[in-house]
């Protein structure tokens, strides 16, 4: 199985300040078609999650343009930039690769 | 606008079956995949199964292949999980996803606790 590792646990954050997560995959998540098969989702209290970035940098519908994911094959990182007081919640990244699909273990972000 | 609306929560022994259904609208049903996705109480987010467009694939996390069968009704616009063999570590909050560009709609979820 792939295994997602996130770091860090939870970031406090200034509003208005950027914040970035960081996501490791056990393997590659690049395909041979160059899409790499790697996402991000916010899960905000009480609330189901939803999509943030899909195929590493690419921002999901509705998502401000405040987010923004990169990385390389392994190594990934989503972007807040200007943290608002309702980017509160849980940030888990996940792969898409093979089954079993897996996500990370979640970051937690708080508003200081 | 799309909507996932799951139903069938509920508390019930170890070993004993449940069903989950997932009516989906606002897209075309027939043509994503779907996907069963749960969350333990106060835990990470767990894929348990995926099921093709068609039903002509499924594929489940070890932790509940041979227990869990995920079906779908395309007709009726609606996904199924047909739970047998609860154990207490399925306790979770259960949630369907539409599988598109990742999981890019989620339902509310619902609750299922095993219990004595």
Redesign the interface.
Known sequence: DIVMTQAPLSVSVTPGESASISCRSSKSLLHSNGITYVYWYLQKPGKSPQLLIYRMSNLASGVPDRFSGSGSETDFTLKISRVEAEDVGIYYCGQLLENPLTFGSGTKLEIK | EVQLVESGEGLVQPGSSMKLSCVASGFTFSNYGM?WIRQAPKK????IA?IYYDSSSK????SVKGRFTISRDNSKNTLYLEMNSLRSEDTAMY?CAKYG?????????VMVTVSS
């Open positions: 996907n990470g987010l767990e894929w995926l594929y489940y996390a070890d949630y560009s990742g999981f890019d709609y989620w339902g509310q979820g």
